[in-house]
């Protein structure tokens, strides 16, 4: 069974740095997408990053390029999202997600609804 757990969350002021992790487990593949959401209240679900397993293929949004930066540790799986120079909208509960994929292609095309496996959530707060 795939768990996703995610930490790293917390509350900082405008133009700090704070770095996501979500660790994964139950894969018995390689061949899957993974991605970072975010959500605030009101708002809908939005990807933030996404990255594919099987060839380290990612990407980020056009709203957070430069700030935010995809990695991950393939010895510990865990997934993480680098955050710098934050700001106040980027206030939101930060979320991972996984599901299988069969390319970087259908990774990148995957909407928040194509993803099936999603872990609990970390809050992040940036004050001004």
């Known amino acids: 069974q795939v768990q996703l757990v995610e930490s790293g969350g917390g509350s900082v002021q405008a133009g700090g740095s704070l770095r996501l992790s979500c660790t994964a487990s139950g894969f018995t593949y390689i061949r899957y997408c993974m991605g970072w959401f975010r959500q605030s209240p009101g708002k809908e679900r939005e990807v933030v990053a996404r990255?594919?397993?099987?060839?380290?293929?990612?990407s980020v949004a056009d709203s957070v390029k430069g700030r935010f930066t995809i990695s991950h540790d393939n010895t510990k799986n865990t997934l993480y999202l680098e955050m710098n120079s934050l700001k106040p909208e980027d206030t939101a509960m930060y979320y991972c997600?996984?599901?299988?994929?069969?390319?970087?292609?259908?990774?990148?095309?995957?909407?928040?609804?194509?993803?099936?496996?999603w872990g609990q959530g970390t809050q992040v707060t940036v004050s001004e």
């Open positions: 997600a996984a599901e299988r994929a069969i390319d970087y292609v259908s990774c990148s095309r995957f909407t928040r609804t194509d993803f099936g496996y």
């Open positions: 990255f594919y397993r099987n060839t380290g293929s990612r």
